[in-house]
């Protein structure tokens, strides 16, 4: 064994090392250091910030968001996603209908809150002045078609291969 | 007691296979440190166009914005929310990879494995409500209590302090996966996690290319999905707040309108909007840039806020204050410094495309400079303050 080869084992012994002890400060070093420093910093900083600003970060309500966010994420998100996830692992091509509902669930969340038009005010027209309904039907549309033409494609390529 | 503690036995295997029991070979260090890669880039763009942008709306000190280049703000804005929404995949493709590690068990093997989870929570949570409350900002739902500017601020902090103490907790991790190349994986494994990454950047991609159109105006058709028009509005011109909504209607058709200028000035001025009229006027191309992201470009026609600061005798390092009609609103004053006042293309606008500004567009006269976030050009302007 040369000394490269040698040291680069040695370097893999002590990397497993460091990833299997659980928590913090595990293998630490100067710039790990640094690094907690600034970080630490940073989030003293947002969490007085938002605590000396509390008139206008009214830190009870941006609590509720942020603890909702991560349990309606966590909590309902992720299991339904997972749940389709299983429904459609059974399909004969999974694949490309895994690619095309992803893109798809994608746009229709971003769009979500225009659809809802909540945002909408009689004084100004200039704000959301799309059908973003019919806008977001069409983008599925094409994504329905770009999968169901790819997934054909396919499964035409693998009969003949 | 013997059943007891064999029902506790089961209890706790079950806990501990629950990890495992998420079958998708997507649920890997590899997809997990790639994605990390992609939102540690995204994320630190972000944080620094929003810094920009609090920076420039909150100047500390004495400090100047340079005016120039004239579309950096809106460069700068765009790449921020519109790279934000380019975000939203990444970050749930991130956590979709690592959520069997949520029911890791024992939940706390440490107290300092605690103290990381808690990081952890911290860092997901600050994500999360970023990109959702930023989504719905953009979108004007405003579900919350909070002001939406100094909540997105302080947890922007929040956010990328625990993305940096995270980084180095996961870095040997991350130098495993992203900078060696072996290939110890079975080919499928490559071809699903390729499979899946590529879809979440087209899913990226795709998000950009619908939106990107409310500020690049080349691509205008195509911004099925975003919250403006950039050719939609008074005079073909986007609108954030109304004459209606400022409550300035009839006060802006008062024939008593005065434009007056005070302060620190040689000859105060006091004009009417004849005199404004008679006084040399130019035009400029400049774009409106939004803090919520978008832009549009229009011909303006005015004065030079120049001009009007060396009829009234104004020191050229004078800091200016212009003044609404509008009575209350946190965008009623803005400061005008150096730099921003003294470039000939800063104009106290008196029309877009040669008509009259529409009420909405801040009739009689509105400020309009290069390099400076919307809400900063102020509309129905009736005073000038040196200082
Ligand atoms: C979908 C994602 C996002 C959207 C749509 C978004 C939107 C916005 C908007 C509209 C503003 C202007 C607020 C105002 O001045 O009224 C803003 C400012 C800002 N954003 Fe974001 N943002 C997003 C993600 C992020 C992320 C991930 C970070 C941090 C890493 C961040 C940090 C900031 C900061 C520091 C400001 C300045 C706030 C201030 O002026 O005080 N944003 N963002």
Known sequence: MNARRLLRCVNARRLLRCVNAPGLLRCVNAPGLLGYGIGGGLIITGLAGLLVDARHSDPLGWALWFGGLVVAHDGVLVPLVLLVGVAVGRLRTPSWVRAGLIVAAVLSFVALPMVTGLGRRADNPSLLPLDYGRNLLVVLGLVALVTAVAAIATRLRRRRG | ?387
């Open chain 2, 1 to 387: 007691m013997v059943r007891d503690s064999v029902m506790r036995e089961r209890a706790e295997t079950l806990l501990r296979s629950v990890p495992g029991r998420f079958g998708s070979v997507l649920h890997s260090e590899r997809v997990a440190a790639r994605l990390g890669m992609w939102l540690g880039i995204s994320f630190t763009v972000a944080f620094a166009t929003g810094l920009f942008s609090h920076f420039m709306q909150h100047p500390p000190g004495r400090l100047s914005w340079p005016s120039r280049p004239v579309g950096l703000y809106r460069v700068t804005q765009g790449l921020h929310v519109i790279g934000g929404l380019a975000t939203i995949p990444l970050l749930f493709a991130k956590l979709w990879t690592v959520y069997p590690k949520l029911w890791q068990w024992p939940p706390f093997r440490s107290l300092s494995h605690a103290v990381e989870r808690g990081l952890v929570l911290v860092l997901v949570g600050a994500s999360l409500f970023q990109l959702i409350t930023g989504l719905l900002n953009i979108s004007y739902v405003y579900l919350w209590p909070f002001s939406f500017p100094v909540a997105h601020y302080w947890t922007a902090y929040l956010l990328y302090g625990a993305l940096i103490i995270h980084v180095v907790n996961e870095w040997a991790k991350i130098r495993r996966h992203l900078w060696t190349r072996e290939q110890v994986d079975p080919r499928e494994t490559v071809t699903a996690r390729r499979r899946f990454l590529g879809t979440v950047a087209a899913a990226s991609g795709l998000t950009v290319l619908f939106t990107v159109g409310e500020t690049y105006a080349p691509l205008s058709r195509l911004a099925l999905l975003a919250p403006r028009d950039p050719h939609v509005g008074p005079q073909g011109l986007p609108v954030n707040k109304s004459a209606a909504a400022a409550g300035v209607t009839t006060v802006i058709h008062d024939p008593g309108y005065r434009l007056t200028v005070t302060g620190a000035v040689r000859t105060p001025l006091s004009l009417t909007y004849d005199d404004l009229l008679r006084l040399p006027q130019h035009t400029v191309r400049l774009p409106i840039a939004c803090v919520e992201g978008w832009s549009a470009e229009a011909e303006w026609s005015g004065i030079r806020l120049r001009d009007l600061a060396a009829l009234a005798g104004i020191a050229p390092d004078a800091i200016l204050t212009v003044e609404s009609l509008e009575r209350g609103g946190g965008y009623r004053s803005s400061e005008v410094r150096p730099p921003h006042w003294n470039d000939p293309l800063t104009l106290l606008a008196l029309r877009i495309g040669g008509a009259p500004l529409a009420p909405d567009h801040g009739f009689p006269v509105r400020l309009i400079a290069p390099n400076r976030p919307g809400v900063l050009q102020t509309k129905w302007v009736t005073k000038v303050v040196a200082a």
